[in-house]
């Protein structure tokens, strides 16, 4: 999964940031805590904002066959509308330019959004009493 190059974790316990592992993505896009590398302690991403932003890699996954099939679509009929005389040959290379420049700059600023470091908080593990009283709590709803 290409989206996924590049996403780091920053571990609140030991400080240590660390490449994320497709597995440990996966264990956050479940909200699964899992152990840092190096200290051992669990962690979970718990930051709403840093969530959203996770959650939305997967659109910007999108952005790079979109703007491949767009690009073309443009290039070609620059292509059809200058052999039909609808545009001149100048014309034709001004689009072409300037839709390849898009293409680019529009791979670049998702490849940016897509550059991201988690700030990884330490979970403690609950004691019994507390999830005994969640439950109740869910229950009695
Ligand atoms: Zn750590």
New binding site residues.
């Given amino acids: 999964m290409s989206v996924f190059i590049g996403i780091k974790g920053h571990?609140a316990?030991?400080?240590?940031t660390f490449e994320l592992k497709p597995w440990q993505l996966n264990a956050i896009a479940i909200h699964e805590p899992f152990d840092?590398?190096?200290?051992?302690?669990i962690?979970q991403l718990s930051c709403p904002r840093q969530l959203r932003q996770f959650k939305s890699l997967d659109h910007w996954g999108m952005v790079r066959p979109s703007m491949m099939v767009m690009t073309c679509a443009v290039l070609i009929v620059a292509m059809v509308a200058e052999w039909l005389g609808l545009l001149s040959v100048i014309g034709q290379l001004n689009v072409s330019l300037v839709v390849v420049l898009v293409h680019f700059l529009v791979l670049r600023y998702a490849r940016y959004r897509q550059r991201l470091t988690l700030n990884l908080q330490?979970v403690n593990p609950l004691p019994i009493e507390h999830i005994a009283r969640i439950a109740c709590a869910r229950l009695g709803q």
Avoid: E, S, T, V
């Fill in positions: 571990c316990y030991c400080d240590i840092c590398p190096y200290c051992q302690q962690l330490a």
